[in-house]
């Protein structure tokens, strides 16, 4: 049994930031890739970032330069600093792990970014 918790959502200014945590538990050996989805009203998800073996990190371009995912060394731990938020960053963002080839989700956590 797997279980996936994203923390650290919240209503934050824009240009201000936050720090997402999601914490694994249960079963997770082999976890190969670590990422984080969100999905805004009336939209599509999309991946945001992700981190995977080695290190190697993507972004979608609308977050470059202002995001940086991360994880602990134990793989149980994957984090997503975002600065410089904009409205635009308003979502769901969900947490993403890929262990032994099967897809785990968190239950996300809600970001708004208003004035």
């Known amino acids: 049994q797997v279980r996936v918790m994203e923390s650290g959502g919240g209503l934050v200014q824009p240009g201000g930031s936050l720090r997402l945590s999601c914490a694994a538990s249960?079963?997770?050996?082999?976890?190969?890739?670590m990422a984080w989805y969100r999905q805004a009203p009336g939209k599509e998800r999309e991946l945001v970032a992700s981190?995977?073996?080695?290190?190697?990190?993507d972004y979608v371009d609308s977050v470059k330069g202002r995001f940086t995912i991360s994880r602990d060394k134990a793989w149980s731990t994957v984090y997503l600093q975002m600065n410089s938020l904009k409205p635009e960053d308003t979502a769901v963002y969900y947490c993403?792990?890929?262990?032994?080839?099967?897809?785990?989700w968190g239950n996300g956590t809600l970001v708004t970014v208003s004035s």
């Open positions: 981190i995977r073996g080695g290190g190697t990190t």
């Open positions: 249960g079963n997770i050996y082999s976890i190969t890739i």
């Open positions: 993403y792990l890929l262990i032994r080839g099967t897809p785990k």
